[in-house]
């Protein structure tokens, strides 16, 4: 059975900052999705992995994928208030359509 | 461009009732899905299809059926409402290589 786990669960971090968010997989996959979700709302797609050593950036949000060692990160650059949210990441095991969710990272950006 | 069309919003249910939630999606992908979602946990994988016709269960489909006999429609039958069935409920659609389209989710309260 496949477990996704995430850590932190819950990140209070200062703007300005910099922190990573960790995301281990228990099983072989190759893709793997990282999503966001405002209270109340939502998922949002922010990141798809798609083979080992994938990297993809948006703003101050960047995404790595390292299948061998079953290692997703997500890492924050200057941190501002407006990334406050959960982020979860997905991993395919699989079709398409079926995912395996971390428990997600409540992340709390304070002024 | 409506993307994913769940219904309701909300719900209340006694238990031993049964409903229907509706989900419909616009964008002929042949992958759907039905999630529930509770605190703490992360999102869970009810059931799942990779085409009209083919269904199949996921991580926690006890007391859901599903049925897919278009391309476009994926409804979730909850056959006699129990409290544990209290969740956000998302459904989703996508096509390979790319992420889960989600809906807006309904908001259940089994009493």
């Known amino acids: 059975e496949l477990k996704v786990e995430q850590n932190p669960l819950f990140l209070s971090m200062q703007e300005g900052k910099n922190y990573t968010i960790y995301c281990n997989y228990s099983?072989?996959?190759?893709?793997l999705y990282w999503y966001r979700q405002d209270p109340g709302k939502s998922l949002e797609s922010l990141f798809v992995?798609?083979?080992?050593?994938a990297v993809k950036q948006e703003g101050r949000l960047m995404a790595s994928l390292d299948t061998k060692a079953r290692l997703s990160t997500l890492h924050i650059t200057a941190a501002v208030h407006d990334l406050s949210a959960t982020y979860f990441c997905?991993?395919?095991?699989?079709?398409?359509?079926?995912?395996?969710f971390g428990t997600g990272t409540r992340l709390q950006v304070t002024l | 461009n409506a993307g994913v069309t769940q219904t309701p919003k909300f719900q209340v249910l006694k238990t031993g009732q049964s409903m229907t939630l509706q989900c419909a999606q616009d964008m002929n992908h042949e992958y759907m899905s039905w999630y529930r979602q509770d605190p703490g946990m992360g999102l869970r994988l009810i059931h799942y299809?990779?085409?009209?016709?083919?269904?199949d269960q996921g991580e926690v489909p006890n007391g859901y059926n599903v049925s897919r006999s278009t391309t476009e429609d994926f409804p979730l039958r909850l056959l006699s409402a129990a409290p544990s069935q209290t969740s956000v409920y998302f459904c989703?659609?996508?096509?390979?290589?790319?992420?889960?389209?989600f809906g807006n989710g309904t908001r259940l309260t089994v009493t």
């Open positions: 099983t072989t996959s190759d893709r």
């Open positions: 989703a659609s996508t096509t390979w290589g790319a992420p889960l389209h």
């Open positions: 997905a991993v395919v095991t699989g079709t398409a359509s079926k995912l395996t």
């Open positions: 992995l798609l083979s080992n050593g």
């Open positions: 299809s990779v085409g009209a016709g083919i269904t």
